[in-house]
């Protein structure tokens, strides 16, 4: 398995871009989730999503979207990108059936400027 | 509502002696607790977990953590540390099985003397 994938692993992008982060899991897990991380700080959620076609808000949504058309997919969508969302960003995702400790992606390192 | 803290934001330690990272927790219900590792430009790596089985957890590359409900503490141990220890650490609480309620400490980085 490859566990959770994304990409990209970096990006640059201009205030007012947009983008999409990609996320794949390849462990048929119910639950996927998006986090930032900021320097000396913990893990905080975007969005997450406990099985396709469902999407909830987390601790800090505004300025992002997020689809969940199949299980394995959880693209995190940046709109009108701003120097606040510089951040490292983690995809994760967990079974309910088969454990709890979540499984989590590379990170995708984003500078907005 | 839950929260975690880790009381130590930078830990240093020689090598070969013990590590002891500290966390505390607060929990309305009987709690899961998690330590993660993040290695420089990483992801997250699962350490050990706690979910209502025994209270001294054993987990990878020689590290445990001992639950202790009377103290709200999950504190995480090795008995010598490794160069390679050398990391970030977070400890995360939830407190409703199979949710989404993951809550993440600052973290503290552990750095290892030679």
């Known amino acids: 398995n490859a566990g959770v994938t994304q990409t990209p692993k970096f990006r640059i992008l201009k205030i007012g871009q947009s983008m999409t982060l990609q996320c794949t899991q390849d462990m048929n897990h119910n639950y996927m989730y998006w986090y930032r991380q900021d320097p000396g700080m913990g893990l905080k959620l975007i969005y997450y999503?406990?099985?396709?076609?469902?999407?909830d808000k987390g601790e800090v949504p505004n300025g992002y979207n997020v689809s969940r058309s199949t299980t394995e997919d959880f693209p995190l969508r940046l709109e009108l990108a701003a120097p606040s969302q510089t951040s490292v960003y983690f995809c994760a995702s967990h079974s309910r059936d088969r454990g709890l400790e979540q499984y989590f992606g590379p990170g995708t390192r984003l500078t907005v400027t | 509502a839950q929260s975690v803290t880790q009381l130590d934001s930078h830990v240093s330690v020689s090598e070969g002696t013990p590590v002891l990272l500290r966390c505390n927790y607060s929990?309305?219900?009987?709690?899961?607790l998690f330590w993660y590792v993040q290695h420089p430009n990483k992801g997250l790596q699962l350490l050990l977990k706690?979910?209502?089985?025994?209270?001294l957890v054993k987990g990878i590359n020689g590290f445990e953590a001992e639950f202790k409900k009377s103290e709200t503490s999950f504190h995480l141990t090795k008995p010598s540390a490794h160069m390679s220890d050398a990391a970030e650490y977070f400890c995360v609480v939830s407190d409703q099985a199979g949710t989404y309620k993951y809550i993440f400490g600052t973290g503290t980085r552990l750095k290892v003397l030679a």
């Open positions: 706690y979910t209502s089985a025994a209270t």
């Open positions: 929990s309305s219900y009987s709690p899961s």
């Open positions: 999503s406990v099985g396709a076609g469902i999407t």
